[in-house]
């Protein structure tokens, strides 16, 4: 079987879909990553060991950041955000805005050049599966064309689908989504079907209370933690003389906003109160609005996520899919200062009702805040009991090898 893999090309996104690249390749299939290059991220494709090819032309994140440059609305940073929670926010204009303006970006990310030219090599290559990124419909467009099946793969909780049922309930005469799939299908003697919305099934890796009760068709997956490979210091596999609590602000608002929306300063002051040792994953950038980091602070650019955190009392971070999934797997309660990036606010709700983690607002982080909240999580037993409780309820959730029989058999129908 030759499997593609579509993913939006920054690290993030390619180690997301990477486990389920090695569960087919470990199972005798070819499977290769297709799609655009970033020119700043080539490396994590290849830290992957997984074949990779580019299409289309170069989506330069670091220049493009906030989309400016791209003729599309600017999702990430207008007033109508996908990553509202609020219920009494979801009327008919905030939804068709979010809707309208999430469009343009996946016909930004999904240009006419990159879908010939992937169209072109999938005639010719004849994949019989393509697993895609949420955020690009090449996978879903070409396959349909060639006659492939395929699966999305979430990296976080599934807001794409949320904001398509809300639109949906709206009962509008037109969706701009299926206009432009139709409109490209229609050049090449295809009409629209509703898979093309979510995939034939989407792998989601995500805990699941998480999920959202959609009319999808979810796979349930383990979370499989990836980290850029680097050796591991001999000091975070030893067992700390205090609770040990790490500090990450993630990459991706960096990377589409230019900033980080969280005060680092405010986050190292209120951890330094504490009779702990914190690990904090903060670059020089990071650190450069900061006249002292603490002295139970140590300040690292990049550790091994997973490693770390299995030495952890707790972890205070900004909510992106990836993080959760580490957190989860290690059965670490999690404070979550939330960006505004996707669904970091959904999933820091979910987490704090579920008992093992608390939500602190971008607007209410202070650092008697950070310190009361972390205070709380190693101190209250029962953020440590439901950490437990999830994680193994992800241990307990059928790994991506065991979903391999299930993407054969979709593939071969």
């Given amino acids: 079987m030759r499997v593609m893999l579509i993913v939006f090309p920054t690290r993030t996104h390619v180690y997301s879909m990477a486990p389920v690249g090695w569960a087919l390749r470990a199972a005798g299939h070819e499977v290769r990553y297709v799609g655009p290059r970033n020119p700043s991220e080539v490396e ?10 580019w299409f289309g032309d170069d989506v330069d994140i670091a220049r493009e950041r906030k989309l400016g440059d791209t003729g599309s609305s600017n999702a990430m940073d207008d007033d109508f955000k996908l990553s509202e929670t609020r219920q009494e926010r979801y009327t008919a204009e905030y939804v068709r805005a979010v809707h309208e303006m999430w469009v343009d970006v996946f016909r930004w990310i999904t240009p006419d ?17 393509v697993v895609w990124d949420p955020l690009m419909y090449a996978g879903p467009l070409v396959a349909h064309v060639v006659g492939a099946a395929h699966v999305r793969m979430l990296y976080a909780a599934d807001q794409t689908a949320r904001i398509s049922f809300q639109y949906q309930e709206l009962g509008e005469r037109r969706d701009p989504l299926v206009e432009w799939m139709s409109g490209w299908l229609g050049k090449h003697g295809r009409e629209f079907d ?18 959202y009760d959609l009319d999808v068709n979810y796979i349930p997956v383990r979370f499989v933690p990836v980290n850029r490979p680097l050796p591991i210091p001999r000091w975070v596999v030893e067992e700390p003389a205090r609770p040990r609590v790490c500090l990450t602000l993630g990459v991706s608002n960096r990377q589409v906003h230019g900033r980080e929306e969280a005060s680092v300063l405010d986050l190292l002051d209120g951890l330094g109160e504490l009779d702990i040792e914190v690990i904090a994953t903060l670059s020089a950038d990071q650190l450069a609005s900061v006249d002292r980091v603490p002295a139970n602070v140590r300040a690292v650019d990049f550790i091994p996520m997973n490693e770390a955190l299995a030495s952890c009392s707790a972890i205070v971070h900004q909510g992106g899919g990836a993080t959760v999934g580490n957190a989860v797997v290690n059965g670490v309660p999690q404070l979550i200062v939330p960006g505004t990036t996707w669904s970091e606010r959904a999933s820091a ?28 999580l190693i101190t209250e037993p029962s953020f440590a009991r439901c950490a437990a409780e999830v994680r193994q309820e992800m241990l307990d959730t059928p790994t991506l090898s065991d979903i391999v029989p299930d993407l054969e058999a979709l593939a071969s129908r």
């Fill in 113 to 129: 050049s990159l879908l010939d030219e992937l169209l072109s090599f999938a005639k010719q290559w004849q994949p019989d599966l």
């Fill in 44 to 53: 994590p494709f290849l830290e992957t060991g997984l074949d990779a090819m």
């Fill in 349 to 376: 709700l979910a987490q704090e009702e579920r008992g093992y983690g608390l939500l602190l607002d971008l607007a209410d982080l202070t650092a008697s805040s950070v310190r009361s909240g972390v205070e709380r």
């Fill in 194 to 211: 509703e898979t093309l919305r979510f995939g034939m099934a989407t792998i989601d890796p995500s805990p699941s209370c998480i999920r």
